[in-house]
């Protein structure tokens, strides 16, 4: 290894490329130029682990002219790991999950490509949703490609622009394909994963952690199952307002009787 | 308490040899020796007694990989750790060979800062070139053929315009 190319003069000259056998000097070792099938000195790039440690903390566009010198860079540089990388490294994204529909995706990491999913409630408004993460009420219509704010009782969620690049630090984002905004992004959840879609115990936690809080509430409440699941459930997973909900219609329920 | 002062001691204490492919020795501390994981498990199995054959590495490139293991197995500060590293990779990036030699070596012994030390310098080298250039300055030899290089243009197109 480095035995040959000791003096930069060869490696810069012009004649490398042109030449089917890009080592001219003749007092290089035979035994590497044959051993190589690239006939390169640098045999450590011909190593795909190798090569893959480097292509690693390339920018979208350096990778993807990476991909451009030979088989094995390309092969190396189109991994998905490699371009996920790329594309999550400048905001310290812990990790995205899913796959784009077009390796494209990978290519432009701008802030822009990420987004908070909110979950509309009832009440929300564009405006009101602009002033909760300031963002400009603008942004929020041109994100989910809306023509007026009326679209809004439509949709189910909205996408988000992202304000302050910090939320992203360490975060899990999701690459999805939102139908109303049309288009794709890495949609990051605060509140939760993208499994709560009618919004029933919708917050990122564990099976366990769904079990402990149901079985809080039964205790609180000194109800059945059922009905701790049910108050919950109206009330989007809080336990707190689960059980004020409770306690109201207890009272309700006590005036009716006394009545 | 005590007993990890001793042991520490002990370990101070312990030196191992390392013998290059070119024969050369080198004798350091074993708890320099261990920022390599794979003489680690050498000398975990093998134990220290003996000298441990490094077959695959020159003895130049042992002795500045030794003098990385050394300076990191001391526990400075961060900054100056990083003002370290910095100098020790400027230096190593003048010659190409030397430096490419030290990737491989880094890898076969799988030192995995110094690994990632070099990789992050190796790409720096890589920024804002096109494959062209790539293709020179490390002799690779471009053997995509012309559909393929064809559909990389409509691919990757959008990577040329800024240079």
Not at chain 1, 45 to 65: F, K, N, T, W, Y
Not at chain 1, 154 to 162: E, G, K, V
Not at chain 1, 174 to 202: H, N, S
Not at chain 2, 45 to 68: A, F, M, T
Request: hydrophobic share 40%.
């Amino acid at each position: 290894m480095g035995c040959c190319g000791e003096d930069d003069d060869e490696l810069i000259a012009p004649l490398l490329l042109a030449n089917p056998n890009p080592n001219p000097n003749p007092n290089s070792s035979s035994s590497l130029a044959v051993l190589s099938p690239l006939n390169s000195n640098f045999s450590a790039l011909l190593s795909a682990d190798v090569l893959r440690s480097i292509l690693e903390r390339l920018s979208p566009a350096d990778l993807a002219r990476s991909a451009c010198v030979c088989r094995l860079w390309r092969a190396v540089a189109s991994e998905r790991d490699v371009q996920e990388r790329a594309f999550r490294a400048p905001w310290g994204v812990r990790c995205v999950v899913g796959c784009p529909s077009s390796s494209a995706f990978w290519r432009h990491n701008g802030i822009g490509r990420f987004a908070i999913s909110h979950r509309l409630r009832r009440g929300d408004t564009v405006p009101g949703l602009a002033l909760k993460y300031s963002v400009q009420a603008m942004d929020i219509r041109r994100l989910n490609n809306m023509m007026s704010d009326h679209g809004i009782y439509s949709r189910d969620r909205l996408l988000i622009p992202i304000s302050k690049p910090d939320l992203l630090l360490d975060a899990t984002c999701f690459i999805e394909l939102d139908t109303y905004a049309k288009r794709e992004a890495a949609v990051l959840y605060l509140e939760g994963g993208p499994d709560g879609k009618g919004g029933y115990l919708g917050r990122a936690i564990t099976e366990r952690g769904k079990r402990r809080i149901l079985d809080s509430v039964k205790r609180s409440m000194q109800v059945d199952e059922g009905t701790a699941e049910y108050y919950l459930s109206i009330s989007n997973g809080d336990p707190r307002a689960a059980i004020l909900q409770f306690s109201e219609d207890l009272s309700w329920e006590q005036q009716r009787t006394t009545a | 308490m005590a007993t990890i002062i001793t042991k520490e001691q002990q370990e101070k204490e312990k030196m191992v040899t390392l013998v290059s492919s070119d024969s050369e020795k080198f004798v350091v501390e074993q708890k320099v020796a261990e920022k390599s994981h794979v003489i680690k498990m050498v000398m975990n199995c093998c134990g220290i007694e003996s000298p441990i054959p490094v077959r695959r590495v020159k003895g130049d490139i042992l002795k500045s990989i030794l003098e990385y293991c050394e300076k990191h197995s001391k526990g400075e500060a961060q900054e100056v750790m990083e003002k370290w590293d910095k100098e020790y990779m400027d230096k190593a990036e003048k010659d190409l060979v030397f430096f490419h030699d030290l990737m491989l070596a880094s890898h076969f012994l799988h030192i995995q800062e110094l690994v990632d030390l070099i990789a992050v310098t190796f790409a720096g080298m890589l920024k804002m070139k096109s494959p062209e250039e790539i293709r020179q300055k490390f002799n690779i030899n471009n053997d995509l053929t012309k559909e393929q290089e064809e559909h990389i243009m409509t691919t990757f197109g959008w990577a040329f315009q800024p240079i």
